[in-house]
């Protein structure tokens, strides 16, 4: 699929969906507990559906927002994570609760990225941690875990600690995660340990790293998700570049999402805007470049380099090395964006510098590098263009946010739709 995008002003208000993080979160808890919980308010994309798939393998019942589980009941060895990297780290730990083996499988380019912190520990602990080919995936794992400690490093993902802190509490004995070295990302596995806690799980942060106490019984939970912040962030940024203040409601005031730093961020950088009652009010503005560390926000990097394209003087961006193992190689992908709307893209191994340009060039044609959020922060840098811009394989978005387009057109944004191949 391929969007023909004109430039265009947004006005009016986003019912921001539900959070990734927290939808990813919430079911998994919900599927270890042997009693139904409610999830009112879930997001529906691809890697939610993924997630969703991997517990049903693992004997859990999810009919819409009903969720029941209890594991460990393999009812299908092989489960297929899609392009999920959040479903694959996630899930291995908790299918190695059991003692069966079970293979997981992914697509796109979810087989190349990196599995490596728990390839390391795994086997090192003699477990069974077996490639299936050259990649990642392909991959054979199987239990039964044992309680313990386990070492992992912290400037990997996050995700990785995250499958451990679901994993361990169902263990019969008390277990450790010891962090080594920097740890990264630490906002994410906070939301981690809040689901835990909303579901009972107790998990004590230590000098080192979490003790996790076993014999532990996730207990059920009515709960509606909270919206998106990562989402949210590309209609806080077409405010900031356009004409008209936009409304986002459904955000969470005092959210603990990592990725509520961006209101931080867009103050600094002289952006304007104010909370009515729960609905965030976004103005446009006139920003000024500064200086933004991605460590524990890269999920942000795509559409903050869109704002630093449209910002006065210079921004630079540390902390970067992590965005080219996402879903492409996110670096490389926005540098070729910007530098085809006309703005100065430098980049180093974890440096990237952006110079603030007056105006984004038209009557070019991008690709999506099969990246959501690649695809997202093209539509959003389409509004200040001076022509037509074309996207290509714009059906990336169904990994996160399926309805994008639907909401960029119902505020005003222009963009119609094209099979591949179609005349325009």
Avoid: C
């Amino acid at each position: 699929m391929k969007l023909s995008l004109t430039p265009s002003s947004l006005n009016g208000t986003v019912h921001v969906i539900a959070s990734k993080s927290l939808s990813h979160r919430y079911l998994i808890a919900a599927a270890l507990s042997k009693e139904p919980s409610i999830l009112e308010g879930l997001m529906e994309s691809d890697d939610i559906d993924a997630t969703k798939h991997a517990l049903k393998a693992l004997g859990a019942i999810i009919e819409s927002g009903y969720v029941k589980g209890g594991f460990p009941n393999v009812r299908h060895p092989e489960i297929n994570a899609r392009a999920s990297g959040s479903t694959v780290r996630f899930m291995i730990p908790i299918a190695m609760v059991s003692d069966k083996p079970v293979v997981f499988r992914g697509e796109h380019r979810l087989p190349k990225r990196s599995l490596a912190a728990y390839e390391t520990m795994f086997t090192s602990m003699g477990y069974r941690y077996e490639r299936l080919s050259e990649d990642h995936l392909p991959l054979r794992v199987q239990g039964p875990l044992k309680p313990g400690n386990y070492h992992i490093r912290g400037d990997v993902s996050s995700q990785f600690i995250t499958g451990l802190l679901f994993a361990l509490p169902l263990l019969e004995g008390d277990s450790r995660i010891v962090i080594e070295g920097d740890f990264q990302s630490q906002s994410y596995v906070g939301l981690t340990v809040d689901t835990l806690n909303a579901f009972s799980i107790e998990v004590n942060r230590t000098d080192s790293g979490y003790f996790i106490p076993g014999n532990q019984v996730y207990q059920p939970l009515h709960v509606n998700v909270e919206g998106d912040y990562s989402q949210a962030a590309f209609f806080i940024v077409a405010a900031l570049m356009n004409r008209y203040p936009l409304r986002l409601d459904n955000l969470r005031r005092e959210s603990k999402q990592g990725d509520r730093r961006i209101l931080s961020i867009i103050a600094g950088m002289g952006g304007r805007y104010e909370w009515d009652q729960d609905t965030l009010v976004v103005h446009p503005s006139t920003t000024r470049g500064t200086t933004i560390d991605l460590a524990d926000i890269p999920d942000l990097g795509p559409i903050l380099m869109v704002l630093a394209a449209r910002s006065e003087g210079e921004t630079t961006f540390t902390n970067v090395q992590r965005l080219r193992y996402k879903e492409s190689d996110r670096v490389e992908a926005m540098r070729e964006v910007l530098t085809a709307f006309g703005v100065f893209f430098e980049a180093t191994d974890d440096t990237v510098t952006v110079k603030g340009a007056t105006t984004f060039k038209g009557d070019i044609t991008l690709d999506s590098y099969d990246d959501h959020r690649i695809a997202m922060a093209v539509i959003i840098a389409s509004l200040n263009a001076s022509g037509p811009v074309t996207l290509k394989n714009a059906e990336a978005i169904n990994k996160s946010y399926p309805n994008f387009v639907d909401v960029f057109k119902t505020l005003g944004g222009s963009a119609s739709i094209f099979k591949e191949g179609d005349a325009q």
